[in-house]
C-alpha cells in the first residue's frame, strides 16, 4: 500500500478492522505528534520496529478487533483490574467541587436521597483525582535515556446501558465518560427510576 500524504496513511491504516501495533519513521516532530494523536493501534512504534514488546516496558494489548475482553493491556498497571472484584472504601480524595463537571454532575443529582448525593460527591473526588493522576497523564516508568515507552488512555465513543436503580451510579459513569473526551450514548430499559 501507498499514500500519497500522511493523513491518507493514517486513514489507511485506522480503515483496519484490528490494530494491534503500529509504527511510523519519520524526524519530523510535526508529523510524529499528528501520527501520536490519530492513529488507532494498542502499541505504537516511532523510528523502530513494530515487533518485540518487552515485559515490563511496554504493556500489550490492541485496538478495535485485537484487544481482548475490557481492553487492559496485559502487563500493564491495569491489567488485573477485570479479574477483580470491588466495593466502595472510605475516599482520600479532596473534594473536587471546584472543578466544572463535578458541580454541574452534582446539580443533575439535586434531590437525591442525601447518602446517594454524599456518595456522588465522594466518587467524583475520586475521579478527578484518577483522571489527573493516571488516565489523564502520559507516563513512562521505564524512564530509559535512548527511548520513551509512554502509556497513555485514549477516548473512544462508549455506549453505557443502564439497569440499576441508582441515578447517581449512572450520572458518575457518563461524567467519567465526558471528563475523558469521550462521546457517551446511554441505554436505558424503559425509563430511568425516579431519583
Not at 505528534?33 to 513494530?50: I, P
Not at 494489548?61 to 491495569?78: D, E, F, I, R, Y
Not at 467541587?97 to 454532575?105: E, K, N, P
Amino acid at each position: 500500500m501507498t499514500a500519497a500524504t500522511l493523513e491518507d496513511a493514517i486513514e489507511l491504516v485506522n480503515a483496519i478492522d484490528y490494530g494491534l501495533t503500529s509504527g511510523l519513521h519519520s524526524l519530523d516532530e510535526r508529523e510524529i505528534q499528528t501520527w501520536l494523536a490519530a492513529v488507532e493501534a494498542g502499541n505504537v512504534y516511532v523510528n523502530r520496529g513494530t515487533t518485540g514488546a518487552i515485559v515490563q516496558r511496554q504493556p500489550f494489548g490492541g485496538w478495535k478487533k485485537a484487544a481482548v475482553g475490557a481492553g487492559t493491556k496485559a502487563g500493564g498497571p491495569s491489567y488485573l483490574f477485570g479479574l477483580s472484584t470491588w466495593e466502595d472504601a472510605e475516599v482520600k480524595a479532596p473534594d473536587a467541587d471546584g472543578d466544572a463537571l463535578t458541580a454541574s454532575v452534582l446539580r443533575a443529582a439535586l434531590g437525591s436521597d442525601e447518602a446517594d448525593a454524599r456518595w456522588l460527591r465522594s466518587a467524583l473526588s475520586t475521579d478527578v483525582a484518577a483522571w489527573r493522576d493516571e488516565f489523564g497523564a502520559v507516563r513512562d516508568a521505564t524512564g530509559l535515556e535512548t527511548e520513551h515507552n509512554a502509556l497513555r488512555y485514549q477516548a473512544l465513543p462508549v455506549t453505557v446501558r443502564f439497569e440499576g436503580d441508582r441515578v447517581v451510579e449512572l450520572l458518575r459513569v457518563v461524567a467519567a465518560g465526558v471528563r475523558t473526551g469521550a462521546a457517551v450514548t446511554v441505554s436505558v430499559a424503559e425509563r430511568l427510576p425516579a431519583r
